[in-house]
Each structure stands twice: as structure tokens, then as C-alpha cells.
């Protein structure tokens, strides 16, 4: 069974950075794609970035495309969203998923999720 915990959110300032951390375990994931989600307030969820595990081709929502890299250690079975010039609007939890499809904008059908961890930017 596919578990994924998350770490690394918190309270920055806009134009900060913080990284996500998602720990995976309870599968071999080198056939998963591997990503994260946001969920604002009163707004649907919302693809965020996805890499693949096998080969590390990762690709991005054009609203954060060029400030966010996702990326993968495979010695500690972790994800990570690296998040840089941060935005108010880029305060959401922020969920780690797994499946083994390509991900993206619909996430009804994401197969494992994260408990999710709380972004906040200040403007």
C-alpha cells in the first residue's frame, strides 16, 4: 500500500522560496509518476508539477513554470518541490500524489495521496 507523508510547508514571505518534501513507501515506485497538487480556499484542486520516476522527466502548470522544480532522490524514496519567488497565490495545501499514469489536471483519479501541507505567502 502506497503511503505519502509530506513536510516542509509553512508561513514565507512573497518572493521567498520553501521545499516540499514527500516521503514515499509501502511500494517499488519506479513505475509511478510522482507529483503535487494544491487546494486553495473555496478553489478546486489544482495540478501543480509531476515527474516521472523512472526516467526523471518532469513537467509543470504554466503558473509555476519557472520557479518550481520538482525532483526526485531515489536513495531516500523522496519527492521534493523546490518553490522559489513565491506568490500569494501560491498559498494552498499542497498534496503529493502518486499513480501510475501521467498526471494532470484531473485529479479524481489520482490512485494515493498525502495528508497534505499548508503553504502560506504573505504579500
Known amino acids: 500500500q502506497v503511503q505519502l507523508v509530506e513536510s516542509g510547508g509553512g508561513l514565507v514571505r512573497a518572493g521567498g522560496s520553501l521545499r516540499l518534501s514527500c516521503a514515499t513507501s509501502?511500494?517499488?515506485?519506479?513505475?509511478?509518476?510522482m507529483g503535487w497538487f494544491r487546494q486553495a480556499p473555496g478553489k478546486d484542486s489544482e495540478f501543480v508539477a509531476a515527474?516521472?520516476?523512472?526516467?526523471?522527466?518532469?513537467y509543470y502548470a504554466d503558473s509555476v513554470k519557472g520557479r518550481f522544480t520538482i525532483s526526485r532522490d531515489s536513495a531516500k524514496n523522496t519527492v521534493y518541490l523546490q518553490m522559489n519567488s513565491l506568490k500569494p497565490e501560491d498559498t494552498a495545501v499542497y498534496y503529493c500524489?502518486?499513480?501510475?499514469?501521467?498526471?494532470?489536471?484531473?485529479?479524481?483519479?489520482?490512485?494515493?495521496w498525502g495528508q497534505g501541507t499548508q503553504v502560506t505567502v504573505s504579500s
Open positions: 509501502g511500494s517499488t515506485f519506479g513505475s509511478y509518476v
Open positions: 515527474i516521472r520516476w523512472s526516467n526523471n522527466n518532469a
Open positions: 500524489a502518486a499513480d501510475l499514469h501521467e498526471l494532470g489536471p484531473d485529479s479524481t483519479r489520482v490512485a494515493s
